[in-house]
């Protein structure tokens, strides 16, 4: 081969190696690229579940997500309520009942009146307690008052559920806290606030109330809507981890009661504006009212 030959390969070679390497690297790179992207992952709803009810004609107004089952956190507490009040009308007991205070209950975590150990408060106090401050541990000193035993009152609270058609409920304790198997949905959460509202329409004059002092110690109500949203008077908050934040609200204009059921909220006070602005939907479709009976709350940041 002749030298000039040579020298025209190597040319050749150079030449691949300048501007073939470099588009293939290219193309490499980019597949790489598109392999090691990572899928969008879903945004998650800010809130899992809506109800929203006129108690008057119970006709449902809004509905999404209603049978997505889910802990029912400290809304609960109104089924235990219910069984309370059940209780005290068919005269079984009365308000002025002392009520021992189980170890068991005064060591409940989370909200609670700071009941003590082997001391008494009144069933009143208690369902006060349990009202407002959502207190934990008064859940479970009415629950051993009332059924001998937490998990005796706990298989009756379930039985009342069935009555109330509750088909898609299991509650495992009197307070709501986090219990394995235990769920429920807004719809049923609905058919529960709706016969407790409807049977015992007393019970809103303690949870209307804003703030409760027991033993010494004051403390506010979880219902942000009080005070702040016009004719709020109840009914019943919660909240735990795996779930978000729940509310079963009712408020009242004129003949007009709506509930308004809100589940598995990204956190509170998103909750509360929600709320708010599903009972204004409510009262406009219902009333014909203009919704903006909150915007001067919601301006000066009261309904956290």
Known sequence: MSRFARLQIILIVIMCLVFVAPVEAK????????????KAKAVAPAIKSIVLMDMT???????RNANLAMQPASITKVLSLYMVYDAVYAGKAQWSDRVRI???????????MYLEPNTEAT????????????????????????????????????LQAKKLG??????KTPNGLPAKGQYTTAADIVKLSTAYLERFPASLAIHSMQQYSYNGITQFNRNRLLGHYPGADGLKTGYVGKAGWHIAATAKHGDTRLLAVLMGANNPKFRNKETAKLLDKGFAMVNGEKAVVLQNALAAGRLQ
């Open 123 to 158: 069933l009143g106090e208690l369902v006060t307690g349990m009202s407002v401050v959502s207190a934990n541990d008064a859940s479970v000193a009415v629950a051993e008052h009332l059924g001998g035993t937490v998990e005796a009152f706990v298989e009756q609270m379930n």
């Open 166 to 171: 509750m088909t898609q409920s299991c509650f």
């Open 27 to 38: 193309k490499t790179k980019k597949k790489q690229n598109r392999a090691a992207a990572p």
């Open 57 to 63: 004609t119970g006709k449902i107004l809004q509905s």
């Open 102 to 112: 189980s170890p068991r209950a005064a060591r409940m975590g989370g909200t609670r």
